[in-house]
């Protein structure tokens, strides 16, 4: 199991503990230092079954420095995971990647599905 998060993110820090808690082995990977790739965003997408805009951290300053509430519906999903794979602020997170799927973002009831 993978965890993609940014340290500094509080979301981040309490699915962190939420997952330490619950014993889960995971590896732990910083998502600026570490920025996913277009091959894996691309693979996390199709294997999470959500809509793309999912992956994108839309309360982050880089995302409405970019103006991209405006831009994103008028780019291609092949664009769209070119972006996000330029800067790791850009990515919705934690990211939680599993055999089975990957969920964006900190929902308990949604880890609690899959842990």
């Given amino acids: ?13 309490k699915a962190k503990k ?4 619950r014993n889960v082995d995971f590896e732990d990977r910083h998502i600026v230092e570490d920025n996913p790739t277009l ?6 997408h199709k294997k ?3 809509p793309l805009k999912r992956f ?5 300053l880089k995302y409405k420095e970019l ?10 999903e092949e664009e769209q ?6 800067d790791g602020m850009l990515v919705k997170r934690p990211v939680l990647i599993t055999d089975e799927t990957v969920l964006t973002g900190f929902k ?8």
Avoid: D, H, R
């Fill in 81 to 86: 995971l070119a972006l996000l794979a330029t």
């Fill in 1 to 13: 199991m993978l965890f993609v998060e940014y340290p500094k993110c509080s979301t981040c820090q």
């Fill in 108 to 115: 308990e009831a949604e880890w609690e599905k899959v842990i």
């Fill in 18 to 21: 939420w997952l330490q808690e």
């Fill in 67 to 76: 103006n991209l509430k405006e831009k994103l519906p008028k780019m291609s």
């Fill in 39 to 44: 091959e894996e965003l691309t693979m996390w």
């Fill in 56 to 60: 994108f951290n839309t309360s982050g």
């Fill in 48 to 50: 999470s079954g959500l």
